[in-house]
């Protein structure tokens, strides 16, 4: 196109130069470029400010297949961009898992903090994101004890980003993510059959938390979703 620009629209864009951002002090506001059609919440914009997911639902522009939000991690702001008719997603060659298998089901006892522990969690960033965590999850896998710190998604569901010893093989290298219903009577079901693959097991654009130190377990969980394409 001859000119710089911060963010590109994929091959799918045909039109060259999209719009411009204005971004000053955290606050950023959309100028869509003159005969491009741009829309969000189903309206035609030219001109839009841009909210960011960091309080919850995002200002979603969408172009033709495409759409385009902000995002802030830590201090730092981005645009998140999907197409649905990119590349990678007609190519997309589905999700594996491991057969079922009612032994990788265990109940684990949260041994609670008297009141949420703020816990530093590595991303695929290089940063951290800050979370709050309710306490230690002890269970027995096959007569051995061990433990996961979790992290409260807010209504009580345990989030466990955790790697184990299959991930040298068989599952996403980097680590899964688990998710547990609220614990009654200070217990919690794992089902391992459920733990799946994070968003940066298929893509290099996401911001995926990483499994922190705690949570590396020295055991081959062979249940849940495979690595990608394996």
Request: hydrophobic share 30%; charged share 30%; proline share 7%.
């Given at each position: 196109?001859?000119?710089?620009?911060?963010?590109?629209?994929?091959?799918?864009?045909?039109?060259?130069k999209?719009?411009?951002?204005?971004?000053?002090?955290?606050?950023?506001?959309?100028?869509?470029?003159?005969?491009?059609?741009?829309?969000?919440d189903?309206k035609?914009?030219?001109?839009?400010?841009l909210?960011?997911?960091?309080k919850?639902?995002?200002?979603?522009?969408?172009?033709?297949?495409?759409t385009?939000?902000?995002?802030?991690?830590?201090?730092?702001?981005g645009?998140?961009?999907?197409?649905?008719?990119?590349?990678?997603?007609r190519?997309?060659?589905?999700?594996?898992?491991?057969?079922?298998?009612?032994?990788?089901?265990?109940?684990?006892?949260?041994?609670?903090?008297p009141?949420?522990?703020?816990?530093?969690v590595?991303?695929v960033?290089?940063?951290?994101?800050?979370?709050?965590?309710?306490?230690?999850l002890k269970?027995?896998?096959?007569?051995?004890?061990?433990?996961?710190?979790?992290?409260?998604?807010?209504?009580?569901?345990?989030?466990i980003?955790?790697?184990?010893?299959?991930s040298?093989?068989e599952?996403?290298t980097?680590?899964?993510?688990?998710?547990?219903?609220?614990?009654?009577?200070?217990?919690?079901?794992?089902?391992?059959?459920?733990?799946e693959?994070?968003?940066?097991?298929?893509?290099?654009?996401?911001?995926c938390?990483?499994?922190?130190?705690?949570?590396?377990?020295?055991?081959e969980?062979?249940?849940?979703?495979k690595?990608?394409?394996?």
């Open positions: 196109m001859g000119e710089s620009f911060d963010v590109r629209l994929t091959d799918n864009f045909k039109q060259g999209f719009g411009e951002i204005d971004f000053k002090n955290g606050a950023a506001s959309l100028k869509v470029a003159s005969g491009v059609d741009a829309q969000s189903g035609s914009i030219s001109t839009i400010d909210v960011s997911d960091e919850g639902k995002p200002t979603e522009i969408r172009t033709g297949s495409q385009f939000y902000l995002i802030k991690r830590e201090d730092r702001f645009i998140r961009l999907k197409d649905s008719n990119s590349e990678a997603r190519n997309f060659k589905g999700r594996h898992w491991f057969p079922i298998d009612e032994s990788y089901k265990v109940t684990a006892r949260l041994e609670a903090f009141e949420p522990k703020e816990v530093t590595p991303n960033l290089g940063g951290h994101f800050k979370m709050k965590s309710p306490g230690i269970f027995t896998f096959k007569g051995k004890e061990y433990s996961l710190q979790p992290v409260d998604e807010g209504d009580g569901t345990l989030f980003i955790f790697r184990d010893k299959s040298l093989s599952t996403y980097s680590g899964r993510f688990l998710y547990a219903d609220k614990p009654v009577n200070g217990e919690a079901v794992l089902d391992f059959n459920k733990a693959n994070p968003p940066c097991a298929f893509t290099p654009f996401a911001t938390p990483l499994p922190p130190p705690q949570n590396n377990l020295e055991v969980i062979k249940a849940g979703e690595r990608y394409d394996h």
